[in-house]
């Protein structure tokens, strides 16, 4: 028999059309939990998920998988690109996988999120030949492939040099100030965390006042 263990504690949570929110705590208190949870990754085992208004309790797998490919992108600490495909590839997985947008567009909204982000020049470049800065910033224009409302990120800057992180922020920062996605950042960088419209502290898995 598997064990239980009880991670998150009377969360409620609400982010907002367009707020940057930063999520900090301690190592352990439930910070990835809470974002699986919010990311439609895994359920809760009780209370009540609703994105854009609609309770997501009642969705079967399916109808899970399309919400969340239609509505939340990711970003991780390591920024889990192919190695052996390009940048555009890269960025043009998650269009390949919907299957319903227009196949001869895919391309150029790849190349054009690569412009987004600054590497217009790089498209072409194996991931695996690109800087750790780069291939994270790879990582926000793919993340920006299927235009989500929100975007989770879960220590997106944690495996970067100072300046990386600080020029992957303001990446993440000017996107949500240019087209509005909402973002939930996970940052053990306080300095970082400060700069975000609100910060939320999980300890023990509770959200603390
Ligand atoms: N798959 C799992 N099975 C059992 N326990 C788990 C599992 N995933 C997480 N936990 C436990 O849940 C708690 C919260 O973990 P979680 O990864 O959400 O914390 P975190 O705040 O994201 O930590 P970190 O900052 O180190 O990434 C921890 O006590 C962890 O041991």
Avoid: W
């Amino acid at each position: 028999m598997p064990t239980e263990t009880e991670v998150l504690h009377d969360i409620d949570l609400k982010v907002d059309r367009g707020e940057f929110v930063a999520l900090i705590g301690p190592s352990g208190s439930g910070k990835s939990t809470l974002l699986n949870i919010v990311g439609l990754l895994d359920r809760p085992t009780s209370g009540r998920l609703t994105i854009r208004g609609r309770d997501t309790a009642s969705l079967d797998d399916t109808e899970l998988t399309h919400l969340r490919g239609h509505t939340i992108g990711f970003i991780f600490q390591y920024h889990l690109l192919i190695s052996a495909f390009t940048a555009r590839e890269n960025v043009m997985m998650p269009l390949l996988v919907d299957r319903g947008f227009p196949s001869g567009e895919i391309e150029a909204r790849a190349s054009r999120l690569l412009d987004q982000v600054g590497l217009a020049k790089f498209a072409d470049n194996l991931a695996t030949n690109m800087s750790g800065g780069q291939q994270q910033r790879v990582a926000v224009a793919r993340a920006l492939a299927m235009s989500p409302d929100l975007v989770l990120a879960d220590e997106p800057t944690g495996n970067l040099d100072t300046k990386s992180a600080d020029a992957v922020f303001d990446l993440m920062r000017q996107v949500n100030r240019d087209i509005g996605t909402s973002f939930l950042l996970v940052t053990h960088n306080l300095d970082l965390a400060r700069r975000c419209d609100r910060i939320i502290e999980v300890v023990d898995g509770r959200i603390q006042a």
